[in-house]
């Protein structure tokens, strides 16, 4: 007589549910394995924050540039201006002696005749 289909699924879900001893390698590779992920993520998270420490440095140095080469050509507009201004005043200024010696000048010359 041929054995029940139920029986016969019922036997194998008998042996697939009885307990067995597990292998005496099996905690020690869980272990190692949740060690192993744990300084994966713990990695990761390393490199991650070093990548932002870094951009922020990279962010810093160049803003700090840019803010320097603002600051260096105001200063040289600045120097500009100034150059600008004194070379006004001695024009200026040696416009007025001109003027001054041509009016002498045109007296002198209208007294004599």
Request: aromatic share 4%; proline share 4%.
């Amino acid at each position: 007589m041929e054995p029940e289909p139920i029986d016969e699924f019922e036997r194998e879900l008998h042996q697939a549910m009885e307990r067995r001893p597990a292998p005496p390698s099996l905690k020690r590779r869980v272990m190692q394995q949740r060690a192993t992920r744990r300084t994966e993520r713990l990695h990761s998270h390393t490199v991650l924050w070093q990548r932002l420490a870094a951009s922020l440095v990279l962010a810093g140095v160049l803003g700090g540039t840019y803010a320097w080469q603002q600051k260096e050509e105001r200063r040289k507009g600045e120097e500009a201006r100034r150059q600008v201004m004194t070379a006004l005043r001695i024009t200026s200024q040696a416009l007025d002696e001109m003027n001054s010696r041509l009016a002498a000048h045109d007296q002198d010359k209208h007294q004599q005749e």
